[in-house]
């Protein structure tokens, strides 16, 4: 009923049901059962629809209302009720929306041009005003019934989280240097994100999508309140570091955040060290519309050096590339790329910053694919990864992609898959391991998902290699040696 509570919360307004084609209809077809967002549900007595979106906002209202002893069985009554008026393909519509599986495919680039064209408000003004809010349906609701004085009232507030400015890869180093011109070079480091907020005797940490995790990281909290500032908003990381000093692996750092209970054990055994790249308000004043070159001043007084991220400015392309392969020895994750000259942009990738690292790659074979939705209706998507393993003479699963792919990769792949089905369920084509496919990555994490008890983190496919055999595919004992290092 929590978990209820909380997509009521988040997903009122995205309502947009999602018809899938007949192609897929034909090769997923069931006698007494229909299919919406992935999801099977019963066909309930009557398909006539009824249900209207008052109706629907008006049942979550009250969802959300209810607490207490009792609210669960009146949750589960309530819900019942809701089903039971809605057709088959509203109640898995419905299931996807509460349980946080749907995917509508409306971007967030494209809801803003969609709320400033309802509104006949700037798109720049309905951007930067998410920026400082993070919610687009609290955006969509000012702009509309406020206009562009409801807009403009959104600034930075204490203990409200904004969105992380974000970097886009970077091609190369020279790329980079050439676009940014004056930059500052930062220790990439494979921590998690964090937004650290202070008034007065109160902190709060935020992490990159806004949760509140401050119980979860009492050393930052101490950390903060050691300042000699009133008020403060900081953006940084938070990352677990061996005894000498080189960062534990990614998933180690997560541990931290997913306990509740035992937080004072945990933390003798895996102490977190925050450290800070940006300061976007100190002591009454913001700071994010300041170019980077004068927060980083501000930073180097406000904050002492352990606090500080390893920060170089205005390297040349041998100094860049000397601190680049300094930092991936000492087992960070590279570099990022930040012009002097910008302002904070909260919740944007725009090219000024950039990040380098060294991506892997790998031959892997294909074994399945998911129906895609939204703006991939129609193509199948998701691909399963899989190593081969000499021991079984089978493959070993690694997970899952959708990334990489191009229109006509798209198009070309749900051919090919069709082509080569062995067998199908709800919504995922189990396709003969033939084809091979070069899959880009930039790690290996421990997963209990997967029999191999690996992961590729930030999976995406380059291309497709039809000239490989999959005999000739890379092998599961490869991907531990780079999970060794």
């Not at 599986?101 to 700037?122: F, K, T, V």
């Not at 081969?388 to 690694?398: C, E, I, N, Q, W």
Request: include cysteine.
């Amino acid at each position: 009923s929590a978990a209820v509570d909380q997509r009521v919360s988040n997903r009122r307004s995205t309502i947009n049901p999602v018809a899938h084609t007949p192609d897929q209809r034909s090769l997923r077809n069931h006698p007494q059962m229909t299919i919406c967002c992935g999801s099977w549900v019963n066909e309930p007595a009557s398909n006539v629809p009824s249900l209207t979106v008052k109706d629907v906002d008006a049942a979550l209202e009250v969802l959300k209302s209810l607490s207490g002893k009792g609210s669960g069985a009146e949750k589960n009554r309530q819900l019942t009720a809701l089903f039971s008026k809605a057709t088959g393909l509203e109640q898995a519509f419905l299931q996807q929306l509460l349980g946080g599986g749907l995917r509508q495919g409306a971007l967030e680039g494209l809801m803003i041009e969609a709320i400033a064209q309802a509104s006949q408000i700037s798109s720049g003004r309905v951007r930067n005003a998410l920026m400082y809010s993070g919610q687009i349906g609290v955006i969509a609701h000012a702009a509309l019934t406020g206009g562009v004085y409801a807009l403009d009232a959104f600034r930075l507030t204490l203990m409200r989280p904004v969105q992380p400015m974000l970097a886009q890869p970077a091609g190369d180093l020279d790329e980079a240097l050439d676009e940014l011109g004056e930059a500052a070079f930062d220790v990439k480091l494979d921590g998690a994100r964090i937004q650290v907020h202070r008034d007065g005797q109160e902190v709060r940490v935020y992490s990159r999508d806004g949760n509140d995790v401050t119980h979860a990281v009492p050393e930052v909290v101490e950390a903060v309140l050691a300042l000699p500032q009133k008020t403060l908003v900081l953006d940084g990381e938070a990352i677990a570091l061996k005894t000498d000093g080189t960062p534990h692996p990614f998933q180690v750092t997560m541990r931290r955040f997913g306990r509740k209970l035992d937080v004072a054990s945990l933390r003798s055994d895996l102490p977190l060290t925050p450290i800070f790249f940006d300061v976007l308000h100190a002591d009454g004043a913001d700071a994010m519309a300041l170019p980077l070159a004068e927060r980083t001043k501000l930073m180097e007084s406000l904050l002492p050096e352990p606090l500080r991220i390893r920060r170089q400015l205005k390297l040349d392309a041998d100094g860049a590339n000397a601190l680049y392969s300094d930092v991936l020895r000492q087992g960070h994750e590279g570099l990022v790329m930040k012009s002097l000259a910008s302002p904070y942009e909260a919740g944007r990738r725009g090219g000024a910053w950039r990040k380098l690292k060294p991506a892997h790659t790998l031959d892997l074979v294909i074994l399945a694919a998911e129906w895609g939705s939204g703006r991939r209706e129609g193509y199948l998507s998701n691909v399963h990864l899989g190593a081969r393993d000499p021991s079984t003479g089978g493959f070993a699963m690694l997970g899952k992609t959708f990334k990489g792919m191009t229109d006509a990769m798209l198009a070309w792949q749900t051919q090919w898959f069709l082509a080569h089905a062995l067998s199908h369920d709800n919504f995922t084509v189990y396709v003969k391991p033939e084809l091979v496919a070069e899959v880009a990555f930039d790690g290996v994490q421990a997963s209990t998902t997967y029999p191999s008890g690996m992961a590729l983190r930030f999976a995406r496919i380059k291309r497709y290699r039809e000239d490989k055999p999959a005999s000739e595919s890379d092998t599961v004992e490869t991907v531990r040696r780079i999970a060794a290092h």
